[in-house]
């Protein structure tokens, strides 16, 4: 009997660190698409474009999102600071727009299936269809710990309130996020109660059955 506790608690370990491997703090620039790459390779990113405007009412950069046949399937426009493009895994490119020292938003193009995201406020890490985050919410006055689905609009699988030390940026008193066994995130934070780091474990709906988790 004690060997089989054994076994089965090396095994939930070993699918716990399966797990947590597989988070990716969006805060780190992965494959990051210069500029330079959008104007003199269109080869390899073609399903980009970016270009500058004439300076009016402040808008300074338009950018396109093309499809495998050269159609465009989004665009915007975006103010003072061209956006970023990182490549965040083989078919999905993140957008990442900037509106002001330490703020920015991201929206994320599936080139594969043609799907773009809402933009999302400042996403701290992601898992597969998961977009994590911790935001200060001005009309709860408080701060919560977000999981929202990455492609399905308006698809909320947490929204957990964390007594996490007071910042504009929250995420910057976030020590680690991980993913544990599908539907367990787990956070560990400064906390503004008792002033020193905490652990704690929330579970979370699960993703629709059709999703590749």
Known sequence: MRIHCILLFLMLMLCF?????????????????????????????????????EPTNNLRYKYQL??????????????????????????????????????YFDKFYDILNEKISDYFYAPYAIFENYVISVQYIQEENDTFLIVQDMFIKNE??????????????????????????KNTIYIQYESKKILKSRKKYFVFRLILATSSL
């Open 66 to 103: 093309l499809n495998n046949e050269g159609k465009v399937i989004f665009e915007d426009t975006t103010f003072r600071l061209p956006p970023k493009f990182y490549f965040i895994s083989e078919n999905i490119i993140r957008i990442r727009i900037s509106a002001g020292t330490g703020v």
């Open 156 to 181: 909320t699988y947490l929204y957990q309130k964390i007594d996490i030390a007071y910042s504009t940026s929250p995420d910057v008193h976030i020590k680690s996020i991980k993913i544990l066994v």
């Open 17 to 53: 660190c399966s797990a947590c491997s597989n988070v990716i703090p969006i805060s780190k620039e992965y494959q990051e698409i210069t500029n330079e790459e959008l104007l003199n390779d269109r080869d390899t990113f073609r399903y980009i474009t970016l270009k500058e405007l």
